[in-house]
């Protein structure tokens, strides 16, 4: 993807809690406002791409969602769609993949973030079987070849024990070869760095383009500049740095003007 040819910064809109989910409290019509509202705020502010995901809609199911969250992320992708030109892409918690291409198929958006393509592990809500093949068949299936599949390895608030034998040098690869897009690294959880070693051992060894995922700061992004192609960024932007808050623009101007000043050197 062309954002990708550069160093970029996707910043993430977490919606709030969607129809049927236990802390569900907004209209729709209010969760799709506020959720253009911080978009047109990472815009103004020149991020080079957005994320949206479902991240108020604890405790997650596990593999799929409902209809009332696919119709509920399609109506907030579209409204979001219509009010920026930035690329867009869509996660939709927990594992529900398919979901996700469908919403981008029909909002017309760039690209999704999967978990669980390759192998197998146990996340907080169980047993997380790999999905590459059925994945990528359902995307030509449905004639959605230009929405980008970008992979967690070794994704975060996971345990990886029954893959302990297999490094992520290795899972990296398994992914490049069933035709991820992109490989997402993050740390142990949200909000949390990534080992640098990890990155170290990827960034010669890999096609692909290489994301971030979590735990990226203004105060160390210049240690990681060299490691990736882009920054997925969702809590740092926020007020106090905890995801629930708003989106602070002190903390999103101040992030940016340090990504300029790495861009200038």
């Known amino acids: ?155 975060k608030h996971s345990s990886h024990a029954i893959t302990s034998d297999v490094d992520i040098v290795e899972t990296a690869h398994a992914a490049e070869f069933f035709l991820s897009d992109g490989l997402i690294i993050t740390g142990s959880s949200t909000g949390k760095v990534v080992d640098i070693r990890e990155l170290d051992a990827l960034k010669d060894l890999v096609s692909k383009p290489i994301l971030i995922g979590s735990g990226i700061t203004d105060d160390n992004i210049s240690e990681y500049w060299t490691f990736a192609n882009a920054f997925i960024v969702g809590s740092h932007f926020k007020e106090a740095g905890y995801w629930m808050n708003p989106i602070s623009n002190e903390r999103l101007n101040k992030f940016m003007s340090v990504v300029s000043q790495l861009r200038n050197t």
């Not at 209809?67 to 930035?86: D, F, N, S, Y």
């Not at 981008?104 to 790999?130: M, N, P, Q, W």
């Not at 030509?140 to 599949?149: E, G, P, R, S, T």
């Open 1 to 155: 993807m062309q954002f990708l040819e550069k160093k970029s910064v996707i910043g993430m809109i977490h919606v709030q809690a969607l129809p049927g989910t236990p802390n569900h409290k907004m209209s729709l019509r209010d969760i799709s406002v506020l959720a253009v509202k911080e978009a047109k705020q990472y815009e103004n502010a020149k991020l080079d791409a957005i994320i949206i995901e479902n991240m108020h809609d604890v405790p997650y199911m596990k593999g799929f969602v409902g209809p009332e969250i696919i119709a509920g992320m399609t109506v907030v992708a579209k409204a979001i769609r219509e009010a920026v030109c930035l690329p867009i892409g869509i996660q939709i918690l927990a594992g529900a993949n398919m979901e996700a291409l469908a919403v981008a198929k029909a909002a017309d958006l760039d690209f999704i973030r999967a978990e669980g393509f390759v192998f197998g592990h146990v996340a907080d809500e169980g047993y997380i079987d790999s999905c590459a093949g059925e994945l990528m068949r359902y995307r030509k299936m449905i004639d959605a070849d230009k929405v980008k599949v970008f992979t967690d390895i070794k994704k």
